[in-house]
Structures are given as structure tokens and as C-alpha cells.
């Protein structure tokens, strides 16, 4: 990524994927009561050590929402790479899935949009049809369809974390592609949000160790994450360490 051409100006792209993400944010921000985090209040703007590439890293909390990460991380108008991702993890009140979605260029289109799960789908099978068998035609449909590659991730870590109705794909980087992005994003935010809506609460002797497995595994899918090297090579290891950490809330204030 960091020897890309830098002479391919893909900022239409980058400026459409980013704005999904807002229009996304928006919707979450309309739903819960978010409060931004002051432990990344100098990461809103960052660059790299040769200030070619740029980065915003913003994260909030709330009464339902444990830590909600909007970030992007580029340079469309140098590089052909470019980044942004929307995370949500909710508190342990309840037990619907955390929500994930990551766009990048590279050049092509590259999409992942996921349901986090937050308990063992191979033997709780009541969580498994409630909140994964609704998105398998959705899967089953797209592996099929010809504008569209599987993205298959070199990362044992990261194949594990995906749920099994991932939505993880690369596509030319067209107008056709991008509008099949939103659509799949709102879908999955709009159906996320039902469930919020109508989820049991989570008896209280239970929150505590949900919490525990939550945090494990943001912290964990942020620090394993292969392209971790990237970052270090781009911004130096202090700066690329407060971005892994920020990411699961490891410097959080909020609480």
C-alpha cells in the first residue's frame, strides 16, 4: 500500500465511501445519545511521518453504546489507498450483535460489513437464527454476483472474527458498485437497529462477563490486525500505538 502510484487521484471515490459512513453516523446519531471521547480529541486530524498521508480518528460512548469508532485514513488525491471504517459496540445491556463496517480503495471498492457476535454460534443456535439466518440470502446472493470478488483475509485472526454471513468483497470502483454499497450498508444499519429496539435486557448477573468478552475482543481484533504494520511504517510506532488503542478504548475517559 505505502509503494502504491501517486499519481491516481481517486478522491470521487474516497468522498462517496466516506459520505456513506456520515449518512450512516447520522442514523446512529438519531437513535442513541452519543458523547465524544476527549482521549482521541488530537487524533481528529493526524498525518504521516512524510505528511503524505492524512487521518481522522473520532470515537464516542453513551448510556447504550460502549465505544463507537468513525475514522478514515489516506490521501485520494496522492494515493490510490484510502480507508474508513464505523464501528459500533454496544454496552452489555443487552446481547445483539456489535456492528461493523470497513470501505476501502484500493483502487477497487472494497467493502466489509459484518454483525460482531457476541456469544458462540455453534452451540447457541436460538442467537444464530435470530440474528444471522436473515442476512444468509443476502450472503448466498452476492457470492454470486459478477460485479463482485470474495476478499479473502491472509489473517487466521481475522477469518475467525468474521460472522459466517460476512460481507467482505472487492469491486471495480463504478457508480453501479458504490450505490450497491449503501444499499447493503443501510440495509444491515436499518435492520441492526430494530433489534436494539427489541432486545431483551440481559439479566444484570450476566453483564459483567459480556463486558469482559466485549472488550477482549475489540481489543484484540484492533491489535491483530495485520495491516497494523502499515501504519507503523506510515506514522511511526507512538503514533500507530495510539490508534490501535484507540480503536477498543484504551486510553478512554469516559466510562
Not at 26 to 44: C, G, I, T, W, Y
Not at 151 to 166: A, C, H, I, K, N
Not at 202 to 217: C, H, Q, Y
Not at 221 to 238: I, W
Amino acid at each position: 500500500m505505502t509503494k502504491q502510484p501517486t499519481d491516481l487521484n481517486n478522491k470521487a471515490v474516497f468522498d462517496q465511501l466516506w459520505g456513506i459512513t456520515k449518512e450512516l453516523y447520522q442514523k446512529l446519531e438519531a437513535r442513541f445519545q452519543l458523547h465524544p471521547d476527549p482521549s482521541v480529541e488530537n487524533l481528529q486530524q493526524y498525518s504521516s511521518l512524510d505528511g503524505n498521508i492524512k487521518g481522522s480518528l473520532t470515537a464516542f460512548s453513551g448510556e447504550e453504546v460502549d465505544w463507537l469508532v468513525h475514522s478514515w485514513l489516506g490521501n485520494p488525491e496522492k494515493s490510490n489507498f484510502s480507508s474508513v471504517r464505523l464501528t459500533t459496540w454496544l454496552k452489555s445491556h443487552i446481547q445483539v450483535p456489535h456492528l461493523a463496517f470497513g470501505f476501502s480503495t484500493l483502487p477497487n471498492i472494497f467493502f466489509y460489513i459484518d454483525y460482531i457476535p457476541r456469544t458462540e454460534l455453534l452451540t447457541d443456535l436460538a442467537y444464530l437464527d435470530r440474528y444471522y439466518e436473515p442476512v444468509n440470502q443476502t450472503f448466498l446472493k452476492l457470492q454470486d454476483d459478477s460485479r463482485l470478488k470474495v476478499f479473502t483475509s491472509t489473517s487466521l485472526y481475522l477469518r475467525l472474527f468474521q460472522s459466517p454471513v460476512s460481507l467482505c468483497y472487492t469491486g471495480a470502483p463504478t457508480f453501479d458498485t458504490l450505490e450497491l454499497t449503501r444499499t447493503l450498508a443501510h440495509e444491515t444499519l436499518d435492520r441492526w437497529l430494530t433489534w436494539v429496539d427489541a432486545a431483551e435486557l440481559v439479566p444484570e448477573d450476566v453483564r459483567t462477563t459480556l463486558a469482559s468478552r466485549d472488550l477482549a475482543l475489540r481489543r484484540t481484533s484492533a491489535e491483530r490486525d495485520p495491516g497494523n504494520k502499515f501504519v507503523t511504517q506510515m506514522f511511526g510506532s507512538e503514533l500507530a500505538d495510539k490508534l490501535v488503542r484507540s480503536l477498543w478504548g484504551g486510553d478512554r475517559i469516559s466510562h
